[in-house]
């Protein structure tokens, strides 16, 4: 089994999906409404957001040893959603920039996210490498399973390019199986509990075993008032049973 991706041609066309298919949709848009002068109005597919917490925690994985600011631009259309995110801890010690594309339908949502990880000062990266076996990116395909009429989701990905590499120099396929149960409370108040598993060897474990538990979770999301306007917040209890350790964070978010 061998994959071959033009990896500029692939951001090529995150950029082109991200900034001018968005306003092609936009022009064609019904939803509209007119400004005081008579100028015609549109409802924006956008949306901005930025989260801050207090561990940053991905997968069972800890990134960081400080609080980190999560910023992120977003599209949606129709099922459609094309994102770019960044992460940057306000000690330096964990950056990241992120592109992905997804496309949901009914209980079924597919996607490929563009993972890159600059250092603290960024002089001796180069975002424009592209070759897989001297890039930076990390090229996931993901695919989630939420049931309609059922609150549990099962989560598949797998790494297709990039540096997600073994020792050896070949290409690892990472890979990893998340379940999750969520229950919803009144007030949008809602507890997810999930765990979460590495299914072949590797980055989740190092590279060293190829089935191994290493996310255990319980998210619970709410929301704290100042006067009419609410802040959402959530709580996260993290294990990862194979490092054999414990996290308990704390996150605020921007809408």
Same mark, same amino acid.
């Given at each position: 089994f061998k994959m071959i991706v033009d990896m500029k041609r692939c951001n090529l066309f995150f950029l082109i999906i991200f900034f001018v298919f968005p306003f092609e949709i936009w022009a064609q848009g019904t939803d509209n409404? *007119?400004?005081?002068d008579g100028s015609l109005l549109h409802y924006s597919n956008f949306s901005a957001s930025v989260e801050f917490t207090t561990k940053y925690m991905w997968r069972g994985i800890e990134y960081g040893t400080s609080p980190v600011f999560l910023p992120m631009l977003s $599209?949606? $259309?129709k099922g459609l959603n094309v994102y770019a995110m960044g992460g940057y801890a306000t000690n330096g010690s964990h950056q990241e920039v992120d592109f992905g594309i997804s496309y949901n339908y009914k209980w079924l949502t597919i996607g490929v996210n563009d993972y890159y990880y600059p250092t603290a000062v960024g002089e001796k990266d180069n975002y424009f490498v592209f070759k897989n076996r001297e890039t930076g990116h $990390?090229?996931?395909a993901v695919a989630t399973i939420m049931p309609q009429k059922l609150p549990v989701y099962l989560l598949l990905s797998s790494y297709i390019f990039g540096a997600d590499k073994r020792p050896s120099g070949n290409q690892a396929f990472s890979s990893y199986m998340e379940i999750g149960y969520i229950h919803q409370f009144k007030g949008d108040n809602s507890m997810t509990v999930l765990v979460g598993a590495e299914i072949n060897k590797g980055f989740y474990t190092s590279y060293e075993k190829k089935i191994s538990v290493c996310n255990v979770a319980a998210k619970y999301v709410t929301s704290v008032s100042f006067g009419k $306007? *609410?802040?959402p917040?959530?709580?996260?209890l993290v294990f990862n049973p194979y490092k054999e350790k414990a996290y308990f964070t704390f996150s605020a978010y921007l809408r």
């Open positions: 409404t *007119k400004s005081d $599209y949606d $259309y $990390y090229v996931e $306007y *609410k802040l917040v959530s709580a996260s």
